[in-house]
């Protein structure tokens, strides 16, 4: 069969790939060829887990997931059936990873596709699409898929009984805010900000002083310090090497002339391009992905829409060939007649990291001519994806010029017994620095502790014996430093050093710890909140596994035995499963579908039952999941019952226990049982709870009068709904005394 690009004339092929941006690009680059092509988009995933339950089922040694269609999928799938019908081939081109591997999978099988042609690219360039279809067909990787169904569904298999316990365990320990949950990669990234906030809090500083000596030699000043640090107790210690320094002559003992190469930066990988954007751009992680996503995809450019750099989620340094010898060439006639002393003629080399997958090349520019230079790129970029082109475009053609060059001289100095040490860090020749130089080594160095070590410091040259003459001998206080608290781009970094989820799912940690209030981010540092401090104690005392760092790193390891054929993806999902069944057991704990229904549930499951005319079933009372199923079959939909008095746009919504506002950022939530011990005491004629909210609803204070107070006294007061302690919803509280004027008046 003619699959060709060339090869075949008048044929028509059909490509699928996963965004509609990139098929739009795509669909642009085969305008031209000899056979006519249909590009399709999934728009993602074809088939997922259900939002709002388990979604696991175990079935004769075997692990299933409920998977479903997602919304309007049928449509897409449709849309793929009916273009397949008479194409001579039909190519699926959905992205080199897990999760791609599984959107082909789905496509070939709720579109019933025979004969389906595999293919998959990195950079979305004519050339590469062209060489992908000629040259780069293969079968698809059922273990590939294993693998990533093994992560999603021991993501549910651990997160959702997980985090029920935790909550359970909360309400049992009392505790007054309860935890939304914890899971696989949440947890471990929590225990690094834990562990962290722990060393800041039992942190305490002390002062101490240093010895310092200022010379003159041959014309130049500079400082030397001696390392002792003297506390407060040790004053006479001090005083004594002071007397030394000012009596006994100061001899070079020693003097080193070192010079040293230092390297570029490597290429960019996903968390590296994460850090170097939030601390140059303060870019939120999940912003950056955007907007590389989009230069990955394909803008519009004066000549077509073109991709402007390989596929953003990565943690390979490697580089290509082809773009290597590109980038020489282009090197080379930018540098002129310099380019023998700037450009590396021979490929660099970086080593990845142990744990790797190096699926992909590293984040780079997918051209390197004139009309792809940042200067000329940016007429038609947004300002925004300007910043992160230009920023990757320089970070990537670094990699192929000389080391930069520095004097890192070390001078030791002798004064009766007592040593001075000072080094140098002098640049010499720029190197690979004069390409955006100064704005990479900020990217890397913002929050490193060690910053001050890059500070230039010159020293003069020496001969060992030189004695010197010292200008001025003083101390200077210092303090011991606290901890560094973590910054968001050190903390993406560290998460993908420690082998802490891929770099499809860097970006989602730090919004997931927010979202969940673990973790608050002020002015780029992360500060985990009392309630994250909570969450992670439990956590390690009762699930340990759950937050361990190697025990993560080690899961990510199990998750490429199951893709490389090595491990079995249901021995995997057996051994989280029983992890969870060995905390259950630890703790007492029983999930809905083993504990009994409750009175309550019984009592409106029956009212429901009257109300639609059906019969209570032995199963539907089993268990407390099984009548809340019924439950929810048979109640009416929830109503809305007014507008919310905090942020006055929503609506407010009964719910079978809580009347909550819709916006759940809002916070509003008032417990409908609090609101029936109201009246239960006050009010026992005035039995609607969801008329009375409805009431309170439409104004700031309520009247109520005829109340009934502990003696049996009447009265008449106003009411409105007020923030509890500790975060736990609102309730109804007096505001104000009002004068009887008898019956029920409301302002």
């Not at 025979?114 to 273990?143: C, M, V, W, Y």
């Not at 320990?173 to 690094?192: D, Q, Y």
């Not at 090595?566 to 630890?586: F, G, H, M, N, P």
């Amino acid at each position: 069969m003619g699959v060709g690009l060339i090869e075949a004339t008048m044929a028509k092929y059909l490509l699928i790939v996963e965004s509609p941006a990139k098929a739009k690009t795509i669909a642009g680059y085969l305008k031209d060829a000899p056979d006519e092509w249909v590009v399709l988009a999934t728009g993602g995933h074809i088939e997922d887990l259900p939002r709002n339950e388990y979604g696991v089922e175990y079935h004769h040694g075997h692990y299933q997931g409920r998977w479903h269609l997602k919304g309007k999928k049928d449509k897409v799938i449709q849309r793929i059936r009916e273009a397949k019908r008479g194409a001579d081939g039909v190519y699926i081109a959905s992205d080199d990873d897990r999760e791609g591997e599984r959107i082909a999978r789905d496509i070939i099988k709720h579109a019933k596709i025979d004969n389906p042609l595999r293919i998959t690219f990195t950079e979305i360039t004519k050339d590469a699409i062209q060489q992908a279809i000629l040259h780069g067909i293969r079968p698809l990787h059922d273990s590939t898929v294993e693998s990533q169904e093994a992560r999603r569904l021991i993501d549910r298999v651990v997160g959702y009984p997980m985090s029920a316990i935790i909550r359970w365990h909360f309400r049992v320990m009392k505790r007054h805010v309860l935890p939304s949950g914890i899971g696989r990669v949440i947890s471990p990234a929590l225990n690094i900000l834990g562990m962290n906030e722990k060393a800041i809090e039992e942190f305490v500083p002390e002062s101490y002083e240093q010895i310092v000596v200022d010379y003159s030699h041959r014309g130049q000043q500079f400082r030397l310090t001696n390392n002792l640090k003297y506390k407060p107790e040790a004053a006479a210690e001090m005083e004594a090497a002071l007397h030394a320094f000012r009596t006994s002559p100061h001899v070079v003992e020693n003097y080193k002339r070192i010079t040293n190469e230092v390297r570029p930066y490597p290429p960019f990988i996903t968390a590296r391009l994460q850090r170097a954007a939030f601390y140059l751009f303060r870019f939120e992680p999940n912003y950056t992905m955007k907007l590389a996503q989009e230069l990955y995809e394909g803008v519009d450019t004066p000549w077509g829409r073109a991709g402007m750099i390989t596929y953003p989620r990565t943690d390979s340094y490697h580089l290509s060939d082809h773009a290597v010898d590109e980038m020489i060439a282009i090197l080379t006639d930018h540098y002129g007649e310099e380019a023998d002393e700037y450009v590396l003629m021979t490929k660099r080399q970086f080593e990845n990291k142990t744990n790797a997958q190096a699926a992909h090349e590293a984040i780079r520019p997918t051209h390197f001519s004139e009309e792809y230079w940042p200067g000329v790129a940016q007429q038609y970029l947004t300002e925004d994806q300007t910043r992160l082109y230009e920023m990757i475009f320089y970070r990537t053609m670094s990699t192929q010029v000389r080391n930069a060059l520095y004097d890192m001289s070390i001078l030791e100095v002798d004064v009766g017994g007592n040593k001075l040490i000072g080094r140098a860090y002098e640049r010499l020749f720029d190197g690979w620095e004069r390409l955006d130089g100064h704005r990479i080594n900020i990217a890397e160095r913002n929050d490193d502790p060690n910053a001050f070590k890059y500070r230039e410091v010159v020293l003069p040259e020496f001969d060992v014996g030189d004695e010197l003459r010292p200008l001025e001998i003083t101390t200077v206080e210092g303090h011991t430093k606290t901890p560094p608290r973590y910054g968001v781009g050190r903390f993406i970094t560290t998460l993908d050093n420690k082998g802490i989820g891929r770099p499809s799912t860097l970006d989602t940690v730090i919004p997931n710890l927010e979202k969940k209030k673990y973790v608050k981010v002020v002015k780029g540092m992360l500060h985990v909140t009392q309630l994250g401090m909570d969450v992670n104690d439990w956590t390690t005392e009762h699930a340990s596994w759950l937050n361990d760092l190697e025990e993560s790193k080690r899961f990510e390891e199990q998750l490429d035995a199951v893709e490389h054929d090595k491990q079995s993806r249901d021995e995997l999902i057996e051994e989280y499963t029983k992890r969870v069944a060995e905390v259950k057991q630890a703790l007492g704990y029983q999930d809905m579908s083993e504990r009994p229904p409750s009175q309550n549930q019984l009592t409106f499951a029956a009212r429901l039952a009257r109300e639609a005319g059906v019969t209570l079933t032995d199963e539907d009372v089993r268990s407390a999941a099984s009548i809340s199923k019924f439950i929810s079959k048979y109640k009416k939909p929830n109503q809305e019952i007014g507008k919310c008095p905090v942020c006055k746009t929503h609506p407010v919504v009964a719910y079978e226990k809580v009347y909550q506002c819709t916006n759940k950022e809002c916070g509003f939530r008032v417990w409908k049982k609090s609101v029936e011990n109201f009246l239960e005491r006050y009010h026992p004629e005035y039995q609607d709870a969801d008329a009375l909210v409805t009431d309170m609803l439409r104004r700031k204070k309520t009247r109520m009068d005829d109340l009934t107070g502990k003696n049996g006294n009447r009265f008449s007061a106003y009411y409105a709904f007020e923030a509890r302690e500790h975060g736990n919803g609102y309730g109804i509280s007096r505001v104000g005394w009002a004068r009887k004027t008898g019956g029920t008046k409301h302002e």
